[in-house]
């Protein structure tokens, strides 16, 4: 599969417009604060995008961060921008056409941004063996993909490495696609549907249990919403399953329950993360309004506790009483509210 991954990005896709579905996202659906920086992304770069979400979580100033499955670079300089100059961006990237395109602006990025100095850099390998790239244990705050953990043939040692590349509270926090059902083997060796990132898609209780069995005991969805298939052709052969494009964030954080537990905690969000004055959304079930006390299961305490947004909120409560399963009504899963999703990932 990967030389048929490294010949449809390399080769049979000149740009965005030739892909088959509506996987990836527009300008209008990007924050405003990301916008500006939009616009200084070279055009080359920006057209041979094939991203399926936004993968910029908060707080990353200083950050260093890794994408797996980089492309052309447009994720990556969008976060350079937002890192700054005291933080790093590192791409991988298996496919040599696509890091020629990446590597070809890294100088006019820097202009762009008024760095005296990149700040990112780009190497090729593959995500499923990034042990191989003599990149350290625990040295990145934040790994970031965009739709391409679906074309790895071997999804469980993307998590299982990026685990091990993550600092204690860092983060992977990811788009991808994902199926409400298995993909039949014979779809899956099908080289457009592959290509396409539908066929190579985790049916989504699959992957809960894969990041789980990695050391990420809390999948914590962030946004979804239903996959289109614009080809007439794709549709035939596979439009009996249902496509979603997705956001994750999942936390290196060992002292994770597998359950979320009601301990009567609760948090006051400070309204200081930046561009996010008035509500601080950690994922689809924990809105937190500034200034008002929330109630919230020991692993959301855990989490804005044990990682860099810890200094952002009050904390009250301990783990001295436990009064049972908290809040039945969360879910890890996706596509859970399918009407009230037909908006943007970004």
């Known amino acids: 599969m990967h030389e048929t991954v490294k010949d449809y990005y390399g080769k049979e896709l000149q740009s965005s417009d030739d892909l088959k579905t509506d996987a990836c996202c527009t300008l209008d659906n990007i924050p405003g604060h990301i916008k500006p920086i939009m616009a200084k992304i070279h055009p080359e770069v920006s057209s041979k995008y094939y ?3 936004l993968v910029a979580p908060e707080l990353l100033e200083g950050m260093r961060i890794l994408d797996l499955g980089s492309g052309s670079g447009q994720d990556c300089y ?10 790093e961006v590192v791409g991988v990237d298996m496919t040599d ?15 762009a941004f008024g760095f005296s100095k990149p700040n990112v850099r780009f190497i090729k390998g593959y995500i499923e063996k990034l042990d191989e790239l003599n990149l350290d244990d625990e040295s990145f705050d934040i790994i970031v993909s965009n739709c391409v953990i679906n074309l790895s043939p071997d999804k469980q040692a993307v998590l299982a490495q990026a685990y091990r590349l993550l600092k204690p509270g860092g983060e992977l926090y990811f788009s991808d696609v994902y199926a409400d059902r298995r993909v039949p083997a014979e779809l899956m060796a099908d080289p457009v549907l592959y290509g396409e990132c539908l066929s190579g898609a985790l049916y989504w209780n699959d992957f809960i249990q894969l990041a789980k069995q990695s050391g990420f005991a809390d999948p914590r969805l962030v946004e979804d919403r239903p996959l289109g298939i614009d080809n007439a052709e794709v549709q035939q052969k596979i439009g009996h399953i249902n496509f979603y494009s997705v956001t994750y964030r999942l936390l290196k954080l060992p002292d994770l329950e597998t359950s979320r537990e009601d301990y009567g905690q609760s948090v006051v ?5 930046p561009n996010n004055g008035c509500v601080f959304e ?4 924990n809105r937190m309004p500034k ?8 692993n959301t305490y855990r989490i804005l506790k044990g990682s860099r947004f810890s200094n952002h909120f009050e904390f009250s409560g301990n783990f001295e009483q436990h009064n049972g399963l908290f809040n039945q009504g969360e879910s890890s899963l996706p596509f859970s509210e399918k009407a009230a999703n037909s908006g943007g990932c970004c």
């Open 97 to 111: 056409e696509q890091l020629a395109v990446a590597n070809r602006h890294i100088e006019y990025h820097r202009k």
């Open 291 to 298: 200034g008002k006390p929330v109630a919230v299961c020991g």
């Open 51 to 53: 991203g399926c979400g």
């Open 269 to 273: 969000y400070q309204g200081t993360v």
């Open 282 to 285: 950690l994922d689809k079930k």
């Open 78 to 87: 969008v976060l350079s921008a937002l890192v700054g100059e005291q933080g």
